[in-house]
């Protein structure tokens, strides 16, 4: 356990130089970007141990895992997000426990956010997800129908629309991976300039372990990074 902390720490030491030399390379200041660590499959031991070293935002993929481990988590000074596809029927059992949704990409989803947010009197933030890559097996929303599916959502209570999020297609290739982050970076742009009621640009959630500077490179505001802080998954757990 203890060789496990210490690359933990270390590898949150690098994690967080090469966000500072990607977001100067960028244009920007390293407290621009969000790091957020994704957690899947891993400890709320290791994660409070992360959190002790700075680690302020992490994010489940899973309600059933987010709730076994909420009570562990040491959530004073961390936020919580729910990052991976979300079922309308599971929305009751998080709402009360995450500061944002980074997945929504249907009306009806965000329909189901902002019923159970009025009941527990609430305001939900939210990305939407879209598929960049139009990738049948992945959710999200397809970017000619991004801007219909805001104006339907701009309209709904309790919940607040903070920006965007995308899981690009894997690619070997560095451009290609910057081309999709740069469709996104433009999408981000051009609905920021619509100034759409309750529509809010203030998050672009792309980048993950494999491409994160070249993410922030593009724009990216914040990063969700798992298997680079905490080492490979287990995913037979």
Excluded: W
């Excluded at 939900?124 to 997800?129: A, H, P, Q, R, V």
């Amino acid at each position: 356990m203890e060789r496990l902390l210490s690359d933990i720490k270390y590898n949150y030491e690098v994690i967080r130089e090469n966000i500072a030399q990607a977001a100067i390379m960028s244009g920007r200041k390293p407290e621009d970007i969000t790091f957020l660590s994704a957690t899947k499959t891993v400890s709320p031991e290791l994660i409070n141990y992360a959190i002790s070293l700075g680690l302020d935002h992490i994010g489940e993929n899973k309600v059933q895992e987010l709730l076994s481990k909420y009570d562990d988590y040491d959530l004073r000074s961390c936020d919580l997000h729910f990052i991976g596809h979300l079922q309308s029927n599971k929305v009751r059992q998080i709402v009360d426990k995450v500061s944002m949704i980074q997945s929504v990409d249907s009306l009806k989803l965000a329909t189901e956010v902002s019923k159970q947010c009025q009941k527990i009197d609430t305001c939900m933030k939210i990305l939407i997800e879209v598929n960049i890559g139009r990738e049948e097996n992945k959710s999200g929303v397809y970017p000619e129908k991004l801007e219909e599916l805001l104006y339907q959502i701009s309209e709904l209570s309790n919940i607040q629309v903070d920006g965007l999020m995308a899981i690009p297609p894997i690619c070997e290739n560095e451009q290609k991976i910057r081309g999709y982050f740069q469709n996104m970076r433009n999408l981000f742009i051009d609905i920021s300039h619509k100034n759409i009621d309750n529509i809010s640009m203030n998050t672009l959630s792309m980048g993950m372990s494999g491409d994160y500077r070249e993410a922030i490179l593009e724009g990216a505001t914040l990063v969700r990074i798992g298997s680079s802080l905490f080492g490979p998954r287990n995913y037979n757990k």
